[in-house]
């Protein structure tokens, strides 16, 4: 098993990780409270959010929310930050929905945007505002490596991570000026949730996919901590980027 | 039943009025990886039902789907 000691040292330093309920934003709030930092872990599964806050009673502070809903979980956000400026956020609450073209459903897909997209890019708003935003802040949005390369059935997934891509590159520009970092983090494929429930559409199975990761699948804990190296000052030159995660998939 | 047949017919791109629930599925020739994912996807909506690409790949005759989502 890999060592248990942090690489980075997040004393006093708060974020927010929106789908922390499960797979890979809850690892990343895990890691970070590892790491010794303090965690707004946001979904909307109360019970989810319990056991992780349970685990880390110090330091994960549990938001039940709509991560769509902004004015809603505003209120918690500026409590839990105390009058101070945050250090960062995740946006890892995401939906998907396999549906090629004749099975398209044009409010599916604006429900995956909304989630993914939107929600990341008015978090960061939040974020990066007069009563929570300084210089040093680092933010983070789930993008997929379905938004670099083509994948049929995933017209709406893949349209929603090629804008985050997108969207990171000129909030880069607009907050560099205030010295607040913001970046895209893309997985190949992590078993999670999300993709328990993609399985289902793939005619070759578990098998396939993994066959198209040269070093097999991935794990949540991969992607949060190529997420916390982004978070910490290490990273302090780095904005505007896409970080590929993916065993070799895109290789 | 209708519903199905109409749900069948947009998942292959072929007319309802076409859809024989004793054809078999490999005599018809809009029945490819492309319709069966999307048959996967429609019912999933339409019916609440999760079925997954092996379920489906089992089915010989049209009517081995329908008895799929009557389940
Ligand atoms: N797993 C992969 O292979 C993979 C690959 C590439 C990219 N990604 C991306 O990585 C991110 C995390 O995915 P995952 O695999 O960890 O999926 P997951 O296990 O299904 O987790 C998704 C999280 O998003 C939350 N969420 C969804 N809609 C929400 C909403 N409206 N408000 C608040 N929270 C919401 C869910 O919590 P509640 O249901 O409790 O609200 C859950 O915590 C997503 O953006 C996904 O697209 C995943």
Redesign the pocket.
């Known amino acids: 098993m890999p060592s248990t000691v942090p690489i980075f040292d997040f004393s006093d330093r708060r974020f927010v990780v929106?789908?922390?309920?499960?797979?890979?934003?809850?690892e990343v709030a895990r890691q970070l409270a590892l790491s010794h930092g303090h965690v707004l872990a946001?979904?909307?599964?109360a019970e989810?959010l319990a056991s992780l806050a349970q685990e880390f009673p110090q330091r994960i502070v549990p938001c039940v929310?709509?991560?769509?809903d902004t004015a809603a979980f505003k209120p918690a956000l500026l409590q839990f930050a105390g009058g101070a400026p945050l250090a960062g956020s995740v946006h890892?609450?995401?939906?998907?929905r396999f549906a090629p073209l004749r099975a398209f459903q044009r409010s599916e897909a604006e429900r995956i945007m909304a989630?993914?997209l939107w929600?990341g890019v008015d978090l960061v708003r939040l974020l990066c505002g007069p009563e929570l935003g300084t210089a040093g802040a680092s933010h983070i949005l789930?993008?997929?490596?379905?938004g670099l390369k083509g994948q049929a059935g995933l017209t709406a997934y893949g349209a929603t991570?090629a804008a985050v891509i997108h969207a990171v590159r000129s909030l880069a520009r607009e907050l560099a000026g205030k010295k607040i970092r913001i970046n895209a983090v893309?997985?190949?494929?992590?078993p999670?949730?999300?993709?328990e429930e993609m399985q289902r559409f793939y005619p070759g199975g578990a098998e396939k996919i993994v066959q198209e990761h040269p070093l097999g699948l991935g794990t949540?804990r991969d992607v949060a901590l190529l997420a916390l190296y982004l978070l910490s000052d290490a990273a302090q030159w780095i904005t505007g980027s896409n970080f590929v995660i993916d065993g070799g998939y895109s290789a | 039943m209708e519903k199905f047949r109409e749900l069948f017919a947009q998942a292959l791109e072929m007319k309802t009025d076409d859809v024989k629930l004793d054809a078999r599925l490999k005599d018809l020739p809009g029945w490819d990886s492309i319709a069966a994912v999307s048959f996967l996807a429609m019912v999933d909506g339409d019916y609440g039902i999760k079925l997954t690409a092996e379920e489906i790949r089992k089915a010989v005759l049209v009517e081995d789907l329908y008895k799929l989502v009557q389940k």
């Open positions: 929106t789908g922390a309920s499960s797979g890979i934003g809850r946001m979904a909307r599964r989810l929310a709509d991560v769509t890892a609450a995401g939906i998907n989630t993914s929600a789930l993008a997929s490596v379905s991570k893309s997985p190949g494929w992590i999670t949730e999300m993709t949540p």
